[in-house]
């Protein structure tokens, strides 16, 4: 699809090098594309720019026809694959088809480009994907305990999303980590309101009977605003809730593996999989750390919260065969198994954005663990009722 880059010592195998060389590289590229892209009318009005401060970048392969093409796409975003010397660019419209695409530009200063469509769906508590095991119970001791990565919700709303783990605060106490429009009401859950497994939109029949897996203890900021006004680096979509039965409830991702105990960075290039209430067990890959502050609009008028909340850090998570994860999915633990076979936390699935280029049509945004472990001072907790 794309041509051979021209010779770059710094690029001949990025692969090898080490990220630190290349991502100050990388990233530069990507917010020269940026720039270049609004000058020329391509992003839509909602992509981020860093305005004019930099030069335009060296573009191989651009053509009148493909700056047109680009004109009627919009570019809504772009991401940077530091390992794989990548500029992922993100389009609201659906990648065009291989001769289209040949007329596009191919590399930004020597980075290869990558076309992907990044239309965000709408986070909507109150809709999710049907599911088949929306949750998971398993016998400990002879005795019922609800799993990690299944469904829980607010116990005062009509939805589902997934139990991402559980977390431990210096003084040991025991919380449940999932989104913020999960298990934090988008802001408006009351301190103390219980939280239901399984969720609202799964109680039936053929499901465990609900109960109180805890109560809402607090959230990180997640406003609304201009990324301008509004500090989008403290936006996190996350909400944590105390254990009210501590005993009811395990580590374990339904039956799949148990949370492991520490984390890793978030970055492109890893192998990932996750466990979550609409589609269970999926891997994938990360292909990008989108660069600036990312817009995601939720619709939870259940909630009285409407609009877009950007944030800083997002990755996007291409699935393998299918989809990396659906709406429902919602506060699943994204892990990495690592060359030394253990599994290490990296992520939260937050949304998702329609691709025409990506395994079932939707590609995965994801949140780095690490910051919201650091902002909330809690722990990982692995082993508990195992």
Known sequence: MNAPAAANPVLEDARLLPPEQVAPQIQTSALKLLAWAHRRGLLTADAYHPGDAYED???EGATAAGIAILRQKWIRAVGTNAPAGEIVVFLARAVPGVRQVLTLPSHCDGFTLRYHQGNPEAVTPAAVAQAATPCAVVNINGRPVYTCGSSVSVGNARSAGTLG?????????LFGLSNNHVVGGCNYAPGGLPILAPGVLDVGPAMPHPFTLGVHERQLPMLMGDP??????????VAIFRLTCPDRVSSQQQTFYDTPGVSMPLVPGLRVRKVGRSS???????????V?????????PEHSFNGPVYFDGLHAVVGSGDRFSEPGDSGSLVVHEAL???????????????????????????LPIQPILGALNVSLVAGHNT
């Open 228 to 237: 301008t006004t509004v500090d989008t680096i403290q936006n996190q979509d």
């Open 340 to 366: 030394d076979g253990n599994l290490y936390a990296v992520g939260l699935v937050v949304a998702g954005q329609v691709s025409n280029q990506a395994p079932g049509n939707l590609l995965s945004l994801i």
């Open 292 to 300: 600036g502050p990312q817009p995601v609009n939720y619709s939870a």
């Open 165 to 173: 783990c559980l977390v431990r605060d210096a003084g040991g106490t």
């Open 280 to 290: 269970g067990y999926t891997e994938g890959t990360v292909i990008g750390a989108l």
């Open 57 to 59: 970048p060296q573009l």
